[in-house]
């Protein structure tokens, strides 16, 4: 038996001539999805406040999406009346919940239908989402203030719109069907779908990973895509730049110290490998 180490490890160097290789197999998600692609698509916005209802549609519509609006209290009848009407819904975006709440709300979606990308649309601490599963959490797209303007909600619906695409692309391929590999990776060109696929190939297992490439080209943001769709997902993520922490203090930031044990140690510093315990460093 293989005990999972309590840290595992996403290395990223900066050098660019080694090739990222795996020898996972890819394994496949039993689960399909039963959206018709030649359905009309709509935005199923929940929200109780009347006013606020109003306007989201209002935006929504004159950004040209098609939107189907109801409240916390009404949305599994219009949901199930979308199929009816040949239409499917491909996006909710979810405002204030005043008769049940938010993660509530999230959770029997993600029953009805766990393909659903979701906005939330809350100001901070309005939404507490650490009750639920990570795999609904990986599904909220953004989560906006309710003041947002016209751009955030704009780049919002455009990250839908490739989590959806990439969805569909997926479910008529032979590729490894994890739909949350999208997230931050935008792209559709042959090295991108590489990329996704090796991610998607070694994602859940609790193998060390090296990742290659040229500064800016995105790293970190595999490295987080890789704890996100992990076992770790619930615990941290901790990414440190090796090269920016002084040689004499490098011993005391991974492995901690305690109070008054050097000069200039006021509080006492617990390290990087136990704050990283049972996540990813």
Known sequence: MVTPSPVRWLF????????YMSSATPTENSSQSTHDASAEAVIL??????????????ILGFLGETVVASTTTEYRAVLGAQGQAHRRVSLVVLGECRDRLPQQVLIDLAAIDAALPYIVIADEGEVELD??????????????????????????LHKSKLFNRHSTRLLGSDQVR????????????????RVR??????????????????????KEVV??????NSARSAK????????????ELL??????????????????????FRAADKGTL
Do not use: W
Request: charged share 20%; net charge negative; with cysteine.
């Open 12 to 19: 990223l160097p900066s050098t660019s001539n080694a090739r």
């Open 45 to 58: 916005l929940i929200e109780d406040g009347g006013e606020a209802r109003r306007d989201l549609s209002t």
């Open 131 to 156: 009750e639920i599963d990570s795999a609904v959490r990986l599904r909220i797209i953004a989560r906006l203030p309710s003041n947002c303007g016209f751009q955030p909600l704009l780049d919002a």
């Open 178 to 193: 994890d739909y949350n590999m999208f997230r931050s990776l935008v792209g559709e060109s042959v090295e991108i779908e």
């Open 197 to 218: 696929k090796m991610m998607g190939q070694v994602a859940n297992t609790e193998v060390s990973v090296l990742i290659t490439g040229e500064s800016g080209t995105g």
């Open 223 to 228: 490295a987080r895509n890789l704890h996100n």
């Open 236 to 247: 941290a993520f901790i990414p440190i730049n090796c090269g920016a922490i002084p040689r």
């Open 251 to 272: 011993e005391s930031e991974l492995f901690g110290h305690e109070k008054g044990a050097f000069t200039g140690a006021s509080v006492a510093n617990k390290g990087i």
